[in-house]
């Protein structure tokens, strides 16, 4: 059975699972997602790893951040985390915006000293391609939040949440934003419009990207673009799986993962 751990990072608490034996691999879910999901992955690692599977704050059994967090927030927190296992170097596993972090981590002096072999699956980051449906709502928010501008503070305040608070806006926004509400809302916005292109040439690890050929989600051209753009990358994909490749095609996603992690 895996062992249930609390790491505390600047007050914040980070519930996380341990298992399995050999060389440390942080794995890290997705948005609206939780150590839960990464559960089947680390079983079928824990021969080869020690898993290291943490719920991020805002997700699973972590609390809340108490304020908005960015992605480099996070990416401070898992630093703290991989800091605290006291190792020469660890693997690490990703899953759609733990991508993100991941990415972050990666670039900075710390991640190329302290990070070894990386497999990113379904990794968020990349700037979309944007279908005109999009443009139209996001053009209709503007307009619709334009009179209210013109308020003074309190009053504007109120009538945005109003706002914020009816179909119409709701219908507007993505189904992640909308069922959000305070600090996790506002670090949703701040994670999706920040886009890691920039990161790319500065990551020297070697990293498999590992994409379901049916992600609506992050899109395989996504995996192409983190492909070109970092050196020793190589892009893999599984077919008949979706943006959850490793819950739709487990067995060969966990003989390709323990192929790269051998």
Known sequence: MPDIHTFTYQHQQIIYKKTGEGKPLVILHGWGSSKRVMMPVAENLAHLRTNYVPDLPG???????????????????????????????????????????????????FGKKYIDKVLITGGAGMKPRRSMKFYIKKYTAKILKAPFMILPGSLREKALGWLRSTSLWKSLGSSDYSKLSGVMRETFVKSVTEYLEST?????????????????????????????????????IIEDAGHYAFLDKPKQFAKIAEAFFK
């Open 200 to 236: 790319l040439p500065d990551i020297p690890h070697e990293v498999l990207l590992l994409w379901g050929r049916n992600d609506d989600a992050t899109p395989v051209y996504q995996g192409e673009r983190i492909e070109k753009g970092i050196e020793n990358a190589a892009l893999v």
């Open 59 to 109: 997700f699973g059994d972590s609390p809340d951040p108490h304020r908005a967090w960015s992605i480099d927030d996070y990416a401070d927190a898992v630093q703290a985390f991989i800091e605290s296992l006291e190792e020469e170097k660890v693997d690490v596993l990703v899953h759609s915006f733990g991508g993100r972090i991941i990415l972050k981590l990666c670039a900075r002096d």
